[in-house]
């Protein structure tokens, strides 16, 4: 089964930008893995900011975006605010098999 | 709206067995993917479960292969995962999730297996 990586942990600055990045064992992150990025603070349930690459929710910021960057998929945070410390979590599709990568920890300090 | 809504999860023996349904609305689950994902407490997020909207093609993690079965009813909007031969380690909050558009997350259903 593929192994999805994520920085384990990563620190923004207020107003900073900071790009998450998500990798997978097998190869390059194409959107054929129709990359999703779940965001989750303590206690609550994870809920969806970017899937398919780059489409937002409704409930999306417009601070956050999706891409593919350097073969991995990446999560894009331009303009941190204090409420998007919280662990990210991107996940790939590999035909049909789902792999999530094991977070990110997000602190905006 | 899309709502996705777990139930069914509870306290159950090591061997046990246990059916989670996930009610939709806000969308037909006809032509969309669903996922089962659980999360143990303090743990990362793990994929449990695949179903294809459109070829009807299940999946599983090796973890829960043979034990778990994901099945769905289009007419009453619900997806399902019957769970069997349950361990101590399928213990976590288990969630439901559609696919694009349809990708929010309910709450989720806690599920605990000890003797």
């Known amino acids: 089964q593929a192994v999805v990586t994520q920085e384990p942990s990563v620190t923004v600055s207020p107003g900073g930008t900071v790009t998450l990045t998500c990798g997978s064992s097998t190869g390059a992150v194409t959107s054929g893995h129709y990359p999703y990025w779940f965001q989750q603070k303590p206690g609550q349930a994870p809920r969806t900011l970017i899937f398919?690459?780059?489409d937002k929710h409704s409930w999306t910021p417009a601070r956050f975006s999706g891409s593919l960057l350097g073969g991995k998929a990446a999560l894009t945070l331009s303009g941190a605010q204090p409420e998007d410390e919280a662990d990210y979590y991107c996940f790939l599709f590999y035909d049909g098999d789902g792999v999530f990568g094991g977070g990110t920890k997000l602190t905006v300090l | 709206e899309v709502q996705l809504v777990e139930s069914g999860g509870g306290l159950v023996k090591p061997g046990g067995s246990l059916r989670l349904t996930c009610a939709v609305s806000g969308f037909t689950l006809s032509g969309n993917h669903m996922t089962w994902v659980r999360q143990a407490s303090g743990k990362g997020l793990e994929w449990i479960s695949f179903m294809s909207g459109v070829t009807n093609k299940i999946s599983y993690a090796d973890s829960v292969k043979g034990r778990f079965t994901m099945s769905r009813d289009n007419g009453k909007n619900s997806v399902y995962l019957q769970m069997n031969s349950l361990r101590a380690e399928d213990t976590a909050l288990y969630y439901c999730l559609g696919s694009g558009s349809a990708s929010r997350w309910g709450q989720g259903t806690p599920v605990t297996v000890s003797s």
């Open positions: 398919d690459t780059n």
